[in-house]
């Protein structure tokens, strides 16, 4: 139920408001004959109608859902948006994407504040194309089941009221002052001249309050010669109501005696005319008396004291004017002429320029009374538009007063005041009554005992009862269907009564006896004490609606069932991409983003950055035709990766204009992970390929060379005559491809050995400097032909003694070292070994050519070398990391390397203690 309690508050507020500049100007200061429009009697004839009506009626009204998608509108901010943005807003709109850039995200908040639960109030100055505009707007959240689903909002332009207040907190003072000195008495009556309304200053006049005046009865308040005066005049007014040629805005200038509080009777000048309504027919009656005993005795000190008159004058928030006729000319107009219509007092001229500035529509109107009543020597009021120095009208209220002498008219004397807010307060009323009249919502009031009151047109159009039949004689129970329970009905009253707004569905009787559902509420209509006076119902004929719902729904479970089989995801969005709606499916690769956090984001935003652009061109293109299949790669928050197959359609209305996208998608990481493992398998598998190639060539290479080497030799030793220093040579070198041959073999039956785990470990103790030292014997005369340094670290411990197969130890570092030899042309090989808790970690350090980082990992593969060229300029199968990373295996140890390109490499084998 949407509270509305913060903006009847501020109606009430705004009533009292207009009562009180009411109240200010029923007490303003008039002269002699002057007529002044009260509206307070206005908002009393209307007051058990207008007043509930005004409390509970919106200026503008929207709600929205939590995507800020506008689920209602009312006519009055449609309009009023369209006004200020030139956007066309309807049900379904996106209200943040219908506001200008720089007002946004200020709006997003205040949303979203909403969202959270806060009902709260604001004022603003709102930028529009017609310029900045005043709101006050109360936010209020929807819940359904305890749970926020959207937000609705009540908004009102206060940019009037804003200047009106302005003015009114400027002039207050000044008015007060005014109120309290004159002695004007205003009054009103009905059409029987009973007295609705007297203002303070009848004590003045005749020493009695308003209350003890209205108490008494009219023969008691004047002598019978002034009641048969009255009465004539009546009876005469009456019949010119009747004319064809009946002039609407004349008024009587009456002399009648009243009786005073201590039974003296008063002379009394009674300037009167009819209140009317919009088709100008009387409704009441309205007057101002005045004391005329001492008018003369006035009016000469008011001459002689002129100056007093001037300065006074000139602090009332009017114009005070004195007129000669003879000369046709202003003899004063006070200071305020600025202030209400910008001439300064040397602008005004004759009674050209003043007919001249009259709106052409009142202009021969108000010309022709004014000519007409002062020859008649007879003081009158007028109310015209006058253009004001900027071209702008006002509404003025002008009383005029004559001094007469020799039975000529000597001077006029006058008033203006600008009615101008309240002649825009009398319109707005009377748009309102228009409104009320013209609703398609049902309205009605009734009195604190529940009898209907009041009913706009649509009551009768939707329940079948005309004014006749219910107005004063039936009560809202003659709606009721008999389909509500005795509870229900008990807890309305209880609200009611207990001054309580109620807000519901309803099963409703026409006329007819056909039933009808409403949507509804009631509340109470209180008076300024807070007291009720009757009961004030809005409703709304949703039974199509009841209908269309009951479809929708049966409509809505037939899909949902469908769509919660389908095998995949489904996911509808808006054309910005905002979705909407997910059915309950689940991927199997990855647990995806819950069903609940998925409404409301876009979802571009789980698009890869590789694809997003691709899918925002596809999204653009499927509009105008589908595009199939498409696949892309979905992240989201660095939480998950996974790949999907989706095909779109556009969702157009049944104009065939696009509302929205839907989209299913299947989740294929699973293939897509197959398919990457095939490539992956393939490559390694042409990788593999290269490398058996490239080690076949190798071991060709390695096992041919020494081969054609111990041929060569042989035959030179034994076919030819040699000397014994060239054959010593020969054996040597014979000798060194018989050993390189072997070397070959060996690591071939090594790699074979390995593979089929028949390599003989045999652990015991032994120190760990043995192993390196060993090295260094067999290598120690190689490294010094080569001008390389091959020393231990001189840190390393001769006393640690380590259980583990010593060979084997011995056979990698070997391969290490070898490796060493061969790639370093100059520089330093360090052996050595570090010890930690549970490891100690042998190590081969050289300065030789480096390994490029590329290759550092696949190093100890099998078939690998940094060179498989003939070109290489060092021997050897390739097969000695390999071997040394299959024993480190076997006896439980693990190989590894570091190295930087042109600074030399290390290689480690790291064992366990235990």
Same mark, same amino acid.
């Given at each position: 139920?949407?509270?509305?309690?913060?903006?009847?508050?501020?109606?009430?507020?705004?009533?009292?408001?207009?009562?009180?500049?009411?109240?200010?100007?029923?007490?303003?200061?008039?002269?002699?004959?002057?007529?002044?429009?009260?509206?307070?009697?206005?908002?009393?004839?209307?007051?058990?109608?207008?007043?509930? %009506?005004?409390?509970?009626?919106?200026?503008?009204?929207?709600?929205?859902?939590?995507?800020?998608?506008?689920?209602?509108?009312?006519?009055?901010?449609?309009?009023?948006?369209?006004?200020?943005?030139?956007?066309?807003?309807?049900?379904?709109?996106?209200?943040?994407?219908?506001?200008?850039?720089?007002?946004?995200?200020?709006?997003?908040?205040?949303?979203?504040?909403?969202?959270?639960?806060?009902?709260?109030?604001?004022?603003?100055?709102?930028?529009?194309?017609?310029?900045?505009?005043? #709101?006050?707007?109360?936010?209020?959240? #929807?819940?359904?089941?305890?749970?926020?689903?959207?937000?609705?909002?009540?908004?009102?332009?206060?940019?009037?009221?804003?200047? &009106?207040?302005?003015?009114?907190?400027?002039?207050?003072?000044?008015?007060?002052?005014?109120?309290?000195?004159?002695?004007?008495?205003?009054?009103?009556?009905?059409?029987?001249?009973?007295?609705?309304? *007297? $203002?303070?200053?009848?004590?003045?006049?005749?020493?009695?309050?308003?209350?003890?005046?209205?108490?008494?009865? #009219?023969?008691?308040?004047?002598?019978?010669?002034?009641?048969?005066?009255?009465?004539?005049?009546?009876?005469?007014?009456?019949?010119?109501?009747?004319?064809?040629?009946?002039?609407?805005?004349?008024?009587?200038?009456?002399?009648?005696?009243?009786?005073?509080?201590?039974?003296?009777?008063?002379?009394?000048?009674?300037?009167?005319?009819?209140?009317?309504?919009?088709?100008?027919?009387?409704?009441? *009656?309205?007057?101002?008396?005045?004391?005329?005993?001492?008018?003369? /005795?006035?009016?000469?000190?008011?001459?002689?004291?002129?100056?007093?008159?001037?300065?006074?004058?000139?602090?009332?928030?009017?114009?005070?004017?004195?007129?000669?006729?003879?000369?046709?000319?202003?003899?004063?107009?006070?200071?305020?002429?600025?202030?209400?219509?910008?001439?300064?007092?040397?602008?005004?001229?004759?009674?050209?320029?003043?007919?001249?500035?009259?709106?052409?529509?009142?202009?021969?109107?108000?010309?022709?009374?004014?000519?007409?009543?002062?020859?008649?020597?007879?003081?009158?009021?007028?109310?015209?538009?006058?253009?004001?120095?900027?071209?702008?009208?006002?509404?003025?209220?002008?009383?005029? $007063?004559?001094?007469?002498?020799?039975?000529?008219?000597?001077?006029?004397?006058?008033?203006?005041?600008?009615?101008?807010?309240?002649?825009?307060?009398?319109?707005?009323?009377?748009?309102?009554?228009?409104?009320?009249?013209?609703?398609?919502?049902?309205?009605?009031?009734?009195?604190?005992? @529940?009898?209907?009151?009041? *009913?706009?047109?649509?009551?009768?159009?939707?329940?079948?009862?005309?004014?006749?039949?219910?107005?004063?004689?039936?009560?809202?129970?003659?709606?009721?269907?008999?389909?509500?329970?005795?509870?229900?009905?008990?807890?309305?009253?209880?609200?009611?009564?207990?001054?309580?707004?109620?807000?519901?569905?309803?099963?409703?009787?026409?006329?007819?006896?056909?039933?009808?559902? *409403?949507?509804?509420?009631?509340?109470?209509?209180?008076?300024?004490?807070?007291?009720?006076?009757?009961?004030? @119902? &809005?409703?709304? +004929?949703?039974?199509?609606?009841?209908?269309?719902?009951?479809?929708?729904?049966?409509?809505?479970?037939?899909?949902?069932?469908?769509?919660?089989?389908?095998?995949?995801?489904?996911?509808?969005?808006?054309?910005?991409?905002?979705?909407?709606?997910?059915? +309950?499916?689940?991927?199997?690769?990855?647990?995806?983003?819950?069903? /609940?956090?998925?409404?409301?984001?876009?979802?571009?935003?789980?698009?890869?950055?590789?694809?997003?652009?691709?899918? %925002?061109?596809?999204?653009?293109?499927?509009?105008?035709?589908?595009?199939?299949?498409?696949?892309?790669?979905?992240?989201?928050?660095?939480?998950?990766?996974?790949?999907? /197959?989706?095909?779109? +359609?556009? #969702?157009?209305?049944?104009?065939?204009?696009?509302?929205?996208?839907?989209?299913?998608?299947?989740? &294929?990481?699973?293939?897509?992970?197959?398919?990457?493992?095939?490539?992956?398998?393939?490559?390694?598998?042409?990788?593999?390929?290269?490398?058996?190639?490239?080690?076949?060539?190798?071991?060709?290479?390695?096992?041919?060379?020494?081969?054609?080497?111990?041929?060569?030799?042989?035959?030179?030793?034994?076919?030819?005559?040699?000397?014994?220093?060239?054959?010593?040579?020969?054996?040597?070198?014979?000798?060194?491809?018989?050993?390189?041959?072997?070397?070959?073999?060996?690591?071939?039956?090594?790699?074979?050995?390995?593979?089929?785990?028949?390599?003989? =470990?045999?652990?015991?103790?032994?120190?760990?400097?043995?192993?390196?030292?060993?090295?260094?014997?067999?290598?120690?005369?190689?490294?010094?032909?080569?001008?390389?340094?091959?020393?231990?670290?001189?840190?390393?411990?001769?006393?640690?003694?380590?259980?583990?197969?010593?060979?084997?130890?011995?056979?990698?570092?070997?391969?290490?070292?070898?490796?060493?030899?061969?790639?370093?042309?100059?520089?330093?090989?360090?052996? @050595?070994?570090?010890?930690?808790? /549970?490891?100690?970690?042998?190590?081969?350090?050289?300065?030789?050519?480096?390994?490029?980082?590329?290759?550092?990992?696949?190093?100890?593969?099998?078939?690998?070398?940094?060179?498989?060229?003939?070109?290489?300029?060092?021997?050897?199968?390739?097969?000695?990391?390999? =071997?040394?990373?299959?024993?480190?295996?076997?006896?439980?140890?693990?190989?590894?390397?570091?190295?930087?390109?042109?600074?030399?490499?290390?290689?480690?084998?790291?064992?366990?203690?235990?």
């Amino acid at each position: 139920m949407i509270n509305t309690d913060e903006y009847i508050k501020q109606l009430k507020e705004e009533i009292t408001k207009l009562r009180a500049e009411n109240e200010l100007l029923s007490n303003s200061y008039v002269n002699e004959s002057g007529e002044l429009r009260d509206t307070k009697e206005i908002l009393r004839l209307l007051e058990s109608n207008l007043e509930s %009506i005004l409390e509970n009626t919106k200026d503008s009204v929207w709600a929205i859902n939590t995507n800020y998608d506008i689920i209602y509108i009312n006519t009055i901010f449609r309009n009023e948006f369209k006004a200020g943005f030139g956007v066309e807003l309807k049900n379904g709109s996106n209200i943040l994407q219908s506001l200008p850039t720089e007002i946004k995200e200020i709006w997003k908040s205040r949303y979203d504040r909403t969202f959270a639960g806060e009902s709260y109030q604001i004022e603003d100055a709102v930028p529009t194309i017609l310029g900045n505009i005043y #709101i006050e707007i109360s936010f209020n959240p #929807i819940y359904k089941d305890d749970k926020i689903v959207g937000a609705s909002f009540f908004a009102r332009n206060i940019t009037d009221r804003k200047n &009106i207040l302005l003015k009114l907190e400027e002039s207050e003072e000044k008015y007060r002052t005014l109120a309290d000195n004159i002695s004007d008495v205003v009054w009103i009556t009905d059409l029987q001249m009973n007295v609705k309304y *007297i $203002s303070p200053s009848i004590y003045g006049l005749i020493g009695e309050t308003p209350d003890e005046h209205l108490s008494k009865p #009219i023969f008691m308040r004047h002598p019978e010669s002034s009641l048969q005066l009255l009465n004539e005049i009546y009876i005469q007014e009456m019949q010119m109501e009747k004319s064809a040629n009946v002039d609407y805005n004349r008024s009587r200038k009456i002399e009648i005696e009243y009786y005073k509080a201590n039974g003296e009777t008063v002379w009394t000048e009674l300037n009167v005319s009819f209140i009317r309504d919009e088709k100008n027919n009387p409704v009441g *009656i309205q007057g101002i008396t005045r004391d005329i005993s001492k008018r003369k /005795e006035y009016q000469d000190k008011l001459i002689k004291n002129e100056k007093i008159f001037r300065e006074y004058a000139e602090t009332v928030d009017a114009i005070f004017w004195r007129y000669d006729p003879s000369l046709n000319k202003w003899l004063y107009v006070s200071e305020q002429c600025i202030k209400i219509l910008g001439y300064p007092p040397e602008e005004w001229l004759d009674f050209d320029w003043w007919a001249d500035k009259i709106h052409p529509v009142d202009r021969d109107r108000t010309i022709n009374f004014c000519l007409s009543r002062t020859e008649m020597k007879e003081s009158h009021s007028m109310t015209y538009r006058m253009m004001h120095k900027n071209g702008n009208y006002i509404w003025i209220y002008d009383t005029v $007063s004559l001094e007469i002498e020799n039975d000529k008219v000597k001077y006029l004397y006058g008033l203006m005041i600008d009615i101008s807010d309240i002649k825009k307060k009398e319109e707005e009323l009377r748009k309102l009554n228009n409104a009320i009249s013209n609703s398609n919502d049902i309205i009605f009031t009734t009195d604190k005992d @529940g009898i209907i009151t009041f *009913i706009n047109p649509e009551f009768t159009n939707v329940y079948g009862f005309s004014n006749e039949e219910v107005v004063g004689k039936a009560t809202p129970r003659i709606l009721k269907s008999g389909l509500s329970s005795p509870e229900q009905i008990e807890y309305i009253w209880h609200q009611l009564t207990n001054k309580q707004s109620i807000f519901g569905e309803y099963v409703n009787r026409r006329k007819d006896g056909s039933l009808i559902d *409403i949507e509804g509420s009631a509340q109470p209509i209180l008076d300024e004490h807070n007291e009720i006076l009757g009961y004030l @119902g &809005i409703q709304r +004929d949703i039974t199509e609606r009841k209908r269309v719902e009951s479809e929708l729904r049966h409509s809505e479970e037939l899909h949902r069932g469908l769509l919660q089989t389908v095998p995949d995801l489904i996911i509808r969005t808006d054309l910005e991409g905002n979705i909407n709606f997910v059915n +309950d499916y689940t991927f199997d690769s990855i647990d995806f983003v819950p069903k /609940e956090k998925l409404i409301g984001k876009n979802i571009l935003s789980f698009i890869a950055q590789k694809d997003l652009q691709r899918a %925002i061109d596809n999204t653009k293109l499927m509009i105008e035709s589908p595009l199939g299949l498409q696949e892309y790669e979905l992240n989201y928050l660095d939480t998950f990766t996974l790949f999907v /197959e989706v095909n779109g +359609d556009v #969702i157009r209305d049944e104009h065939n204009i696009p509302t929205g996208m839907v989209y299913v998608i299947r989740d &294929i990481t699973k293939r897509k992970q197959v398919e990457n493992e095939l490539i992956n398998t393939k490559i390694k598998a042409q990788e593999s390929e290269k490398l058996k190639t490239a080690f076949l060539q190798n071991i060709s290479h390695e096992i041919r060379t020494p081969l054609n080497g111990i041929m060569g030799f042989s035959k030179i030793i034994t076919e030819y005559s040699i000397s014994h220093e060239e054959k010593t040579e020969y054996t040597k070198l014979l000798n060194q491809s018989c050993n390189r041959l072997m070397n070959t073999v060996n690591d071939i039956l090594d790699i074979a050995r390995i593979d089929t785990e028949q390599v003989e =470990i045999r652990k015991h103790d032994f120190k760990a400097i043995e192993v390196l030292s060993d090295l260094l014997m067999v290598y120690k005369d190689s490294f010094r032909e080569k001008s390389i340094s091959l020393e231990i670290n001189s840190q390393t411990t001769h006393h640690s003694i380590i259980y583990n197969d010593q060979k084997s130890i011995f056979q990698i570092l070997n391969a290490f070292l070898s490796n060493a030899y061969k790639f370093t042309l100059n520089g330093s090989v360090e052996l @050595g070994y570090e010890l930690t808790q /549970e490891e100690i970690v042998f190590y081969v350090k050289d300065s030789g050519t480096g390994i490029s980082h590329d290759k550092l990992d696949k190093i100890f593969d099998r078939f690998y070398q940094g060179d498989t060229s003939f070109a290489r300029g060092y021997e050897g199968s390739g097969l000695g990391l390999s =071997i040394a990373k299959g024993l480190a295996n076997l006896i439980g140890g693990r190989v590894y390397a570091e190295s930087q390109p042109g600074i030399g490499s290390t290689f480690y084998l790291a064992l366990p203690l235990n």
